[in-house]
């Protein structure tokens, strides 16, 4: 079994800072692309940043200059440091990996639980 497990959400004034986490686990053989999403009530689920690689990233609009992903291949995880946020950055925010376990050709997507992110004024 392969299973992604986030925390590090909570409650912040806006301004504030969280720092979320996302560690995979289980028969992996492989790991490429690591990513977070969020969704906030009554939107649809959208990506926030990705980093295919230890040394590239992409960030959308709205989170450029505030939020840094980054990853570490020998714990098999991500990061999303969230700086200056904004009661727009109120969501629940999942973790993505396209993850290769051991003895499998296949490549598949996983998801983690989820953690809360609220942003208060």
């Known amino acids: 079994q392969v299973q992604l497990v986030e925390s590090g959400g909570g409650l912040v004034q806006a301004g504030g800072s969280l720092r979320l986490s996302c560690t995979a686990s289980?028969?992996?053989?492989?790991?490429?692309?690591m990513g977070w999403y969020r969704q906030a009530p009554g939107k649809q689920r959208e990506l926030v940043a990705t980093t295919p690689t230890h040394n590239t990233t992409y960030y959308m609009d709205f989170v450029k200059g505030r939020f840094i992903i980054s990853r570490d291949n020998a714990k098999n995880s991500v990061y999303l440091q969230m700086n200056n946020l904004q009661l727009e950055d109120t969501a629940f925010y999942y973790c993505?990996?396209?993850?290769?376990?051991?003895?499998?050709?296949?490549?598949?997507?996983?998801w983690g639980q989820g953690t809360q992110v609220t942003v208060s004024s």
């Open positions: 289980g028969n992996i053989n492989s790991i490429n692309n």
């Open positions: 993505n990996a396209r993850i290769q376990k051991v003895s499998d050709w296949r490549w598949n997507d996983y």
